[in-house]
Nanobody
Framework: QVQLVESGGGLVQPGGSLTLSCSAS????????MGWYRQTPENEREMVAL?????GRTVYEKDRFTISLNSAENTVNLQMNGLKSEDTGVYYC?????????WGQGTQVTVSS
């Protein structure tokens, strides 16, 4: 069973930056897609960023967010800049192999002064 473990969440002031990291139990290049979703109190779970590891093509990024792969550490990372209070939520790592989807347990990001 694939395991995804997120790290890097925490409390940050508005306008600040934060980097999330997702470590996978198998090579990230085995996945067709990897990405990040978030669950906020007001909204349903929404996609934040998505990348196709084979070839490293970024499919989608929300404004102010950048997704990247670290092959040495076998992680997919999310760089978040200019954070706003509405970015507060639980951020989940996502991966897919064909039609099988996998989720991490989530990491809390709180943007507050």
């Amino acid at each position: 069973q694939v395991q995804l473990v997120e790290s890097g969440g925490g409390l940050v002031q508005p306008g600040g930056s934060l980097t999330l990291s997702c470590s996978a139990s198998e090579s990230i290049f085995d996945f067709n897609a990897m990405g990040w979703y978030r669950q906020t109190p007001e909204n349903e779970r929404e996609m934040v960023a998505l990348i196709h590891p084979p070839g490293g093509r970024t499919v989608y990024e929300k404004d102010r967010f950048t997704i990247s792969l670290n092959s040495a550490e076998n992680t997919v990372n999310l760089q978040m800049n200019g954070l706003k209070s509405e970015d507060t939520g639980v951020y989940y790592c996502y991966s897919r192999i064909l039609r099988r989807e996998f989720w991490g347990q989530g990491t809390q990001v709180t943007v507050s002064s």
